[in-house]
């Protein structure tokens, strides 16, 4: 066990130590452009220690938060009253399925026009990338419960409350999961793409406006937290998973 | 007592669009406290009958009657165990039973009575497959119907565990004193459990006939190997 994972942490830094050294070469070569290794994490040490960074991470999270917390009561939500009212399903579904395909950065224009800039169209934003993904999945889930469970909910004369919330809903957890893994990670793309064009703080405000400033050893910094952070959201949800489903993890 | 008044069932072909006939005027008779097994090849709409005394699936025509009272939905009068799967994931052996009653004194006779008692902290999945059909059967017992419906009970079991899974249920529905059906193609399931076997012919389905079965009430697994045992399983099975 331990030499498979000493192996496994042994490969994990090859692979690093080759990504840096060719982030090294290319940054030797077009030097104007690509600041070295060394000049990022430098200025990732500067930006943390000066604190301002801090502020931008802050206000990205907090869209990102309400925006997703929206996406997933609305889209578990509606999910449910479809999966319990069959007959809705006939209207949402072409309605859903038309709205899916548009990207989050295409909603950008009206919700500067309608919101203005600022948090409202952000979360606006964050909510079109985070809706689909939860919406979908926890209506596949919602429709794919088992018919021997709707029959048992009859024979013992379940209240329709009851079936919704202990039968419904906890046997779509799994699939709401799903929904929301991707979710978040739709949610986080989405308020960087919303802050490069209609904001003035957050991390995708931060890149867009040291990349005006030319300091691209801050916009490569940028693009490290945006990852660094969009990894941690994932192994949260992740951690949440395993805690709320024991039965889908470990069946 | 249960009922079934001239029931015809007929489903519909949409590619062919031609109506298959499942039931034709069909009609049984189940006595107060009787323990029935209906056998039949697969395909004879065992399931269908199931499906439409536990009020699931409405008859083309005519009505299934519970003490003379008219079906018309599922209830807690009527209840079915399953060949498949049908305890809920999620929910631990006591939640299962908890969804269905909240008298905690019954809750604990039921396990204790099904010997699941220790285990009402696990989830489904930590069960065995007998286990798995004990609980089952307790949250069935738990809400006191007048009369209980076993689909295929034991079909997910391995033989071995089916043989001692039978003699247990045996016991424990003689305690119980309910009405039960039995449906199965298994002949020796239906011998070795019932008082009455209920033997079904091909479509549309009707009763080709009743055998009694004359055992004494105190079945024991050793009957199995008994002339008599042997004997009735044969003639059933010429039946059919």
């Known amino acids: 066990m331990i030499i498979i994972k000493m192996q496994n942490i042994l490969k994990k830094l090859i692979v690093l130590v080759v990504i840096l050294f060719l982030w090294q070469l290319l940054s030797s070569s077009i030097h104007t452009i690509i600041p ?3 000049e990022v994490f430098t ?3 500067n930006l943390s220690v000066q604190g301002d960074i801090f502020i931008h991470i802050f206000a990205s999270l907090k869209r990102v938060v309400v925006g997703f917390l929206i996406a997933t009561f609305l889209g578990v939500g509606l999910a449910l009253i479809t999966g319990y009212y069959k007959k809705i399903d006939v209207f949402l579904k072409p309605l859903v ?21 600022g948090d409202m169209s952000a979360y606006f934003i964050v909510f079109i990338g985070a809706f689909f993904p939860i919406f979908t999945n926890s209506f596949f889930g919602v429709s794919s419960l088992p018919v021997i469970y709707e029959n048992i909910a009859h024979s013992f004369e379940i209240k329709n409350f009851i079936f919704v919330k202990d039968i419904l809903f906890k046997f779509s957890l799994p699939y709401i999961f799903t929904g929301l893994k991707i979710g978040i ?8 793409a919303a802050e490069l064009i209609g904001a003035q703080s957050g991390l995708g405000y931060f890149i867009q406006l040291n990349r005006l400033l030319l300091r691209t050893d801050n916009v490569i910094a940028g693009m490290i937290l945006i990852g660094f952070i969009g990894y941690m959201l994932s192994l949260l949800l992740l951690t949440v998973e395993k805690i709320i489903i024991p039965w889908s993890i470990k069946k | 007592m249960l009922e079934l008044k001239n029931i015809s069932h007929y489903y519909r072909n949409q590619s062919r669009n031609t109506e298959i006939s499942v039931f034709e005027n069909f009609n049984l008779l189940i006595g107060e406290g009787e323990i029935v097994s209906l056998v039949g090849k697969s395909g004879c709409g065992k399931t269908t009958l199931v499906n439409i005394i536990a009020g699931y699936t409405e008859p083309t025509s005519g009505s299934v ?11 807690k009068d009527r209840i079915v165990i399953n060949q498949i799967h049908d305890l809920f994931d999620w929910m631990t052996v006591y939640q299962n039973m908890r969804l269905v ?14 010997r699941l008692s220790e285990f009402a902290d696990a989830y489904p999945y930590e069960l065995s497959g007998g286990m798995k059909k004990r609980l089952s059967l307790a949250r069935a017992l738990v809400v006191d119907p007048k009369f209980i419906i076993m689909d295929e009970p034991f079909n997910s079991l391995d033989y071995q565990l089916r043989e001692k899974f039978q003699e247990e249920l045996l016991d424990i529905v003689r305690k119980s004193k309910k009405t039960i059906l039995f449906v199965t193609h298994d002949i020796e399931e239906a011998v070795f459990l019932s008082d009455k076997v209920i033997i079904l012919s091909g479509r549309p389905t009707q009763i080709k006939k009743e055998i009694v079965i004359s055992f004494s009430k105190n079945k024991v697994d050793s009957i199995r190997d008994t002339e ?13």
């Open chain 2, 65 to 75: 009657f519970m003490n003379g009272e008219k079906v018309v939905a599922p209830g």
């Open chain 1, 43 to 45: 200025a990732l040490y």
């Open chain 2, 101 to 114: 009653s909240n008298d905690d004194n019954d809750i604990n006779k039921y396990l204790s009575m099904t």
């Open chain 2, 228 to 240: 008599d045992f042997i004997f009735l399983k044969k003639k059933i099975k010429e039946e059919m």
């Open chain 1, 97 to 117: 399925e038309f709205l899916r395909p548009i990207p989050p950065i295409a909603w950008i224009p009206i919700a500067i026009l309608i919101f203005g800039l």
């Open chain 1, 185 to 192: 990670g739709m949610a986080w793309m989405s308020v960087i």
């Open chain 1, 36 to 38: 070295s290794p060394i």
